[in-house]
């Protein structure tokens, strides 16, 4: 929906910082008759992509990828002010009705990026949005609920070691009989993982969500506890994640060597991913990170050795989590 020729001077503007610049192009394509969703997938998604791929490979660090970000958020919170202004919110309300949609990242979620162009999304089809942004605690999300009365809780996580907190997030909301639906990187095109966290529903696109609404129920019961001794591993280990991230470090970091800090610094994302792959019986998630973390190291030049022993490590931090060794012993 956007030319080449134009995504590479959006990305070039992104690659200097340079938010006004960002706006003014994305000024000129909304002027050219280019639809909303066109721009976020097709600049700020591909940017935001290509981003991605330059940090995995070692060749961005983690501060000019959030330089990079922060010229994205520029331009989605640049959107949602020119959507704003060629809506008429009265008309919109009627239409729509109240009350508005409740967008949330998990709790220790920090990509807002997707929750935000989501956000963006939803108000350009009329929708009042209340956006909460990244880190969303379970307190937060009290309030929230309390403050708004939304119709529904939108909870958006990009990691897989977030899912913890997302069932936290179904947990809160269903308690008040708000529905939650999910949707992010972190979670599965069949809905598996979505369904094991008792969420109400799950959607990938946001596109999908207006049709979505339309099905869900107006109030939900609060979902039942998880008693699954798979579940009781789960949250011990996530709330053991920082002494056993500490132990593993003790014991590698003296390694030294290329990528050794860099691997080590995702040991709490490791662990997080072991515990949601606990929570919803899902060992790809387990797989998946394996595979991620070892690409993570290769990019840096991180010694075999060194992964191995980081595997190691880990290892012998979950000795006390029959079901979570299990999982990690398959992946091997
Ligand atoms: C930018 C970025 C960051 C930034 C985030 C800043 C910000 N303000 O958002 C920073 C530097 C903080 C960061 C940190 C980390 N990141 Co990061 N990050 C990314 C990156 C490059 C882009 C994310 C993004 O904005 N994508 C753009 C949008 C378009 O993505 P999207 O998911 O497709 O979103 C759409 C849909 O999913 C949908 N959607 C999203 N949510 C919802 C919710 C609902 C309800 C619905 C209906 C739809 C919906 O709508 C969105 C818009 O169309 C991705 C790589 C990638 N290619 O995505 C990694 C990535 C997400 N990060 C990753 C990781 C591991 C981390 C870290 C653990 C380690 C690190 N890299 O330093 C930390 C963890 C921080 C934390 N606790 O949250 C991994 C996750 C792996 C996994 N499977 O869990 C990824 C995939 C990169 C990778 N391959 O290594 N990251």
Request: charged share 20%.
């Amino acid at each position: 929906m956007v030319a080449t020729a134009v995504q590479d001077r959006y990305w070039d503007r992104v690659v200097h910082n340079d938010g006004a610049g960002a706006r003014a192009i994305v000024d000129t394509v909304l002027t050219d008759g280019t639809p909303l969703d066109g721009i976020l997938t097709g600049l700020v998604g591909d940017a935001q992509r290509r981003v991605g791929s330059l940090w995995a490979a070692d060749e961005w660090t983690v501060a000019r990828e959030h330089a990079a970000t922060a010229v994205n958020e520029q331009v989605v919170q640049h959107l949602r002010r020119r959507i704003r202004s060629w809506r008429d919110d009265a008309a919109v309300r009627a239409a729509r009705g109240t009350p508005p949609l409740l967008v949330v990242c998990a709790e220790r979620e920090w990509h807002a990026l997707p929750a935000l162009m989501l956000t963006a999304r939803l108000e350009s089809e009329g929708y009042a949005v209340a956006y909460l942004g990244a880190d969303v605690s379970t307190l937060a999300l009290q309030r929230a609920i309390a403050d708004h009365e939304p119709r529904v809780t939108l909870v958006s996580a990009s990691l897989s070691s977030s899912l913890v907190f997302v069932r936290r997030h179904v947990e809160t909301a269903t308690a008040s009989g708000v529905p939650v639906v999910v949707g992010g990187a972190a979670f599965d095109p069949a809905g598996l993982r979505a369904r094991r966290i008792g969420a109400t529903a799950q959607a990938l696109d946001p596109a999908d969500v207006g049709s979505l609404l339309a099905t869900l129920p107006r109030r939900v019961p609060a979902v039942p506890p998880l008693r699954t001794d798979a579940a009781r591993e789960a949250f011990a280990l996530l709330a053991a994640v920082g002494p056993h991230t500490d132990a593993v470090t003790q014991r590698v970091a003296r390694r030294g060597g290329p990528g050794t800090t860099a691997v080590l610094d995702q040991v709490p994302h490791v662990l997080g991913a072991l515990a949601a792959a606990l929570l919803t019986d899902d060992a790809s998630i387990v797989s998946e990170t394996r595979t991620w973390l070892d690409a993570v190291g290769d990019a840096r030049r991180c010694e075999r050795s060194t992964l191995a022993e980081v595997w190691a490590a880990v290892t012998e931090q979950v000795a006390d989590y029959p079901l979570g060794r299990r999982m990690l012993a398959d992946a091997a």
